[in-house]
Nanobody, 116 residues
Framework: VQLVESGGGLVQAGGSLRLSCAASGSTFSINAMGWYRQAPGKQRELVAF????????NYADSVKGRFTISRDNAKNTMYLQMNSLKPEDTAVYYCNAIDLSKYNYWGQGTQVTVSS
């Protein structure tokens, strides 16, 4: 499974961005997917995840009500809609997929920078 993120960039506080994660390869084996982020000097943290059918989602407390995770299985793509962005959302955002064997796959990351 290969994962490629896109959609990062520079935005002012209060603005919005939508990240995309395109999966290829053995996508039929993917179970849950998620978005993680890592800010400079900090550990990587889970932002949101979504189950294979999209029926269950979960969010970090810091992004609840502002971020929305979704996936389009027909396009093998996952999204993260980020609204009301804050400077503390600045980080490299990584796409993650877990297959049926619980093996983790990672994308290369996309930079999100929120200016105050």
């Amino acid at each position: 499974v290969q994962l490629v993120e896109s959609g990062g960039g520079l935005v002012q506080a209060g603005g919005s961005l939508r990240l995309s994660c395109a999966a290829s390869g053995s996508t039929f084996s993917i179970n849950a997917m998620g978005w993680y982020r890592q800010a400079p000097g900090k550990q990587r943290e889970l932002v949101a995840f979504i189950t294979s059918g999209g029926g269950i989602t979960n969010y970090a407390d810091s992004v609840k009500g502002r971020f929305t995770i979704s996936r389009d299985n027909a396009k093998n793509t996952m999204y993260l809609q980020m609204n009301s962005l804050k400077p503390e959302d600045t980080a490299v955002y990584y796409c993650n997929a877990i297959d049926l064997s619980k093996y983790n796959y990672w994308g290369q990351g996309t930079q999100v920078t929120v200016s105050s």
